[in-house]
């Protein structure tokens, strides 16, 4: 039977869950159906062991204050990021205050953010840092020492052991979060289903074969059921945001903007710790620099992690290679990927990245010994009896067109849209859920321009978000009540504990 709604949403992950909620808050009348090709929603990336579970907020991750040529540090992505997390804990603030979102605790923990660096050099560069970030409002507060015994009130397990003679230096912020993105889907989604079980729908177990678009600008999606029957859809917009197939139905649905993209898949795994006695002393998700040749997603950090209530150590991520785009994916999605307009940039980025490739094969062969080793520049007392493998989730890292180059490879996230609006591709990862937010309004403003500028969804975004992200970075006495309001509403302020409040620095040598 053809059935026939307004927004389909490709992927019951986070960024379906956001995007699903921000429409029906705009929209209550729309009809909104989520089909996931699992089980079981929220079942790949935002799955909570499939990914470092750490709210972005540009705190700790070094890599986003690269260092300049004339040794200055530029902290214009940290602004940028640390500002649109704030537009995600507005959004969860206020779907908590109405009352139906479920108790923010279940997805979201205060857990302090650290940088950590060994060597003179890197405690130069994270002394730098640490002095221009505090310039900003966005990061007043944040604590900086040189001293062993400080660090290791912190974070005991990091200088556990450690040659007293080595230079070291780190930061520590209170505002960090742990964020259980899983937990975060099914609580949205669920209250979606609460308010509005008759307009928004999730449909699991069923894949899209096919899509089409009709004479009318509308689109006929054909999704087989899990017992071999299959239906047709028609809707006049859809999101593919089934992370790393969505690649496959952007090519599928030929639209003149999706030519050309390509997928490099990369794998990860985790070492994970959960002996009550060790987890106990890190309380604290603590961020280095990469390894020279190692690229951006693999920033080692050891987390503290919080899943289903229980505490957790996490260290990693190592990365790997497999032809998958998905975890619960196929060997055969690279190859299936590979057309006439993105075969020259995907050759392209194979010459051009052998040192990345090298990488990810070293990664791989490295034994269960060398991992803890690696492990024990963060804990330098560490077992390897103690700690144990997890599978991370798979992401498929962003490949296109460059006039110069032929083909570049990047990190980041990119909304793909057709011209009309009416489909909408998300491609890439990091910062990924911990925006989301933020791009989920980016692609509804893309798509439905004319309803993003009206005064009816203006009103509504206001009370969703009433603080983007450029006037939180331009506004410091804006940024801190909005950052308070949204704390308390989550109940951040409350659960951080006195135990988490850090030494008193020493003075930096």
């Not at 990021?81 to 923010?104: R, V």
């Not at 083909?407 to 990119?414: K, P």
């Not at 951040?492 to 006195?498: D, F, K, Q």
Request: charged share 25%; with cysteine.
């Amino acid at each position: 039977m053809d059935e026939t709604v307004d927004c389909v949403l490709v992927g019951a992950g986070v960024m379906s869950a956001t995007l699903a909620t921000l429409l029906h808050e705009l929209e209550p009348d729309a009809r909104i159906e989520i089909i996931e090709r699992l089980d079981s929603t929220a079942s790949e990336s935002s799955f909570a062991w499939n990914n470092a579970g750490t709210g972005h907020a540009g705190l700790c991750e070094l890599n986003y204050t690269p260092e300049t040529a004339d040794g200055d540090v530029d902290i214009a992505k940290a602004i940028r990021i640390n500002t649109l997390f704030e537009e995600s804990k507005q959004f969860w603030s206020h779907l908590a205050s109405q009352g139906n979102l479920g108790d923010p605790a279940g997805f979201l923990t205060p857990v302090p953010h650290m940088s950590f660096v060994r060597g003179e050099d890197n405690v130069r560069f994270l002394r730098t840092r640490h002095e221009t970030l505090t310039q900003h409002h966005c990061f007043e507060g944040m604590h900086y020492t040189q001293d062993a015994r400080t660090i290791a009130e912190w974070a005991p397990l990091l200088m556990a052991d450690r040659d007293p003679a080595e230079p070291v230096a780190a930061t520590w912020a209170e505002g960090g979060t742990d964020v259980n993105f899983g937990a975060l889907t099914d609580q949205l989604l669920a209250r979606l289903h609460a308010v509005d079980n008759d307009r928004v729908r999730v449909s699991t177990g069923q894949t899209i074969k096919n899509l089409e678009r009709n004479a009318d600008g509308t689109w006929t999606l054909t999704i087989h059921l899990g017992n071999g029957d299959r239906r047709e859809l028609r809707s006049r917009f859809v999101f593919l945001g089934a992370g790393g197939a969505s690649l496959r139905l952007l090519q599928k649905s030929g639209i003149p903007e999706g030519r050309g993209y390509a997928g490099f898949p990369v794998s990860g795994q985790w070492l994970r710790c959960d002996d009550p006695e060790i987890v106990s002393r890190h309380q604290a998700k603590v961020y280095s620099k990469a390894a020279i040749g190692a690229p951006p997603m693999s920033v080692p950090h050891l987390d503290r992690r919080h899943v289903n209530g229980k505490p957790s150590l996490l260290f990693g991520p190592f990365a790997g290679f497999t032809t998958k785009f998905l975890k619960n994916g196929s060997v055969f999605d690279l190859v299936k990927s590979v057309s006439k307009s993105n075969l020259s940039p995907m050759l392209s980025v194979a010459r051009h990245n052998a040192s990345l490739v090298k990488y990810l094969v070293d990664q791989v062969r490295l034994s269960h010994e060398e991992r803890v080793e690696e492990l024990r520049a963060f804990y330098p007392s560490a077992e390897p009896g103690d700690w144990r493998l997890e599978v991370a989730g798979q992401r498929v890292q962003i490949i296109k067109k460059d006039p110069q180059k032929g083909g570049v490879l990047q990190f980041g996230t990119e909304i793909v849209t057709a011209g009309d609006g009416s489909l909408a591709a998300l491609l890439g990862a990091s910062p990924g859920a911990s925006t989301a937010t933020s791009i989920m309004l980016e692609l509804v403003e893309r798509c439905f321009p004319e309803k993003f500028a009206s005064p009816e969804w203006r009103a509504r975004l206001q009370r969703l978000v009433p603080a983007r992200a450029d006037a939180l970075a331009g506004d410091a006495a804006l940024l801190r009540r909005i950052r308070a309001a949204s704390d308390e509403a989550l109940g951040l302020r409350t659960r951080r504990t006195a135990a988490s409040a850090p030494a008193e620095a020493e003075p930096a040598c």
